[in-house]
């Protein structure tokens, strides 16, 4: 059973950073690209960034522009997504994804979800 925990999440000020943590399991993670979206109330589910299944290509939505990094580390079967200069704006709650041999912004892509960490930016 394939199992998408994410943790990290809090309230924060604007400015601050958080580091946001998806640990998988029943699966093999070496295999799957992970992505990061978020959904904040009332707006669609939008992509956040991704790490590439092989060689740790990365991509990252156009609003993130340098504030955040994504990573992985595949002994621990973890992504990562540092967000820095943290904004109002990126209050949503944070959903990590897997996506078997995938590259793609689209939600439709992931074959399974985590059930996501709230991050709050107050300004």
């Known amino acids: 059973q394939v199992q998408l925990v994410e943790s990290g999440g809090g309230l924060v000020q604007a400015g601050d950073s958080l580091i946001l943590s998806c640990v998988a399991s029943?699966?093999?993670?070496?295999?799957?690209?992970m992505g990061w979206f978020r959904q904040a109330p009332g707006k669609e589910r939008e992509f956040v960034a991704l790490?590439?299944?092989?060689?740790?290509?990365?991509l990252y939505g156009d609003f993130v522009k340098g504030r955040f990094t994504v990573s992985r580390d595949n002994a621990k079967n973890t992504v990562y997504l540092h967000m820095n200069s943290l904004k109002s704006e990126d209050t949503a709650v944070y959903y990590c994804?897997?996506?078997?041999?995938?590259?793609?912004?689209?939600?439709?892509?992931?074959?399974?979800w985590g059930q996501g960490t709230q991050v709050t930016v107050s300004s």
């Open positions: 790490t590439h299944w092989s060689a740790g290509r990365t």
């Open positions: 994804a897997a996506d078997e041999f995938g590259y793609s912004r689209r939600l439709k892509s992931y074959d399974y």
């Open positions: 029943g699966m093999p993670f070496s295999r799957y690209t």
